[in-house]
T-cell receptor
Framework: DSGVTQTPKHLITATGQRVTLRCSPR?????VYWYQQSLDQGLQFLIQ???????AKGNILERFSAQQFPDLHSELNLSSLELGDSALYFC?????????????FGPGTRLTVT | GQNIDQPTEMTATEGAIVQINCTYQ??????LFWYQQHAGEAPTFLSY????GLEEKGRFSSFLSRSKGYSYLLLKELQMKDSASYLC??????????????FGKGTTLSVSS
């Protein structure tokens, strides 16, 4: 158990819908990262937050957005869903982005778009 | 561009030693990570190299050569539970905003008895 929690574990929804994935980082970690993992692409970095502020952006679609709240939990919003958005979505946290530190991954949310 | 290459699949037998290679080309370099991921589960941290050389941690060792853009993960005394995907990941640069990792597609290791 990494100490990072994600809900829900599974999500099945239809094309065109909108969903919200939630992540709580390890106690004391200020930085949260979101990754998408699909079979053909591997783990792809989407976005990073540090202490409530966006820190870095990766291959995140405009239909996707995220935020980190004052209690440090984060939410990833996916809208106008397409079949290709079906994937495992992982959240990770680390203690201090000012220096390189290992990232601890949550159990993931498996999203299936039908 | 950013590119990380590692073999797609490898097989080995229990008790053997296996070496998983990783080559990378990134815009900067601030360290290389190895993660283990069992199917459908979260990646778990194995090792971190930022300087050239070998880091040993129990049955697992990781090597880095920055000049060659090359790393390997060495697994000794293989056990069935080592069957998993092994992900090589690079942190491009600490000077850039953020410390996100760029991952390779992973090497699926199958250990047989």
């Amino acid at each position: 158990d990494s100490g990072v929690t994600q809900t829900p574990k599974h999500l099945i929804t239809a094309t065109g819908q909108r969903v919200t994935l939630r992540c709580s980082p390890r106690s004391g970690d200020l930085s949260v990262y979101w990754y998408q993992q699909s079979l053909d692409q591997g783990l792809q970095f989407l976005i990073q937050y540090y202490n409530g502020e966006e820190r870095a952006k990766g291959n995140i679609l405009e239909r996707f957005s995220a935020q980190q709240f004052p209690d440090l939990h984060s939410e990833l919003n996916l809208s106008s869903l397409e079949l290709g958005d079906s994937a495992l979505y992982f959240c990770a946290s680390s203690v201090d982005p000012g220096r390189q530190a290992e990232q601890y991954f949550g159990p993931g949310t498996r999203l299936t778009v039908t | 561009g950013q590119n990380i290459d590692q073999p797609t699949e490898m097989t080995a037998t229990e008790g053997a030693i296996v070496q998983i290679n990783c080559t990378y080309q990134t815009s900067g370099f601030n360290g290389l990570f190895w993660y283990q991921q069992h199917a459908g589960e979260a990646p778990t941290f194995l090792s971190y190299n930022v300087l050239d050389g070998l880091e040993e941690k129990g049955r697992f060792s990781s090597f880095l050569s920055r000049s060659k853009g090359y790393s390997y993960l060495l697994l000794k005394e293989l056990q069935m539970k080592d069957s998993a995907s092994y992900l090589c990941a690079v942190s491009p640069s600490l000077n850039q905003a953020g410390t996100a990792l760029i991952f390779g597609k992973g090497t699926t290791l199958s250990v047989s008895s």
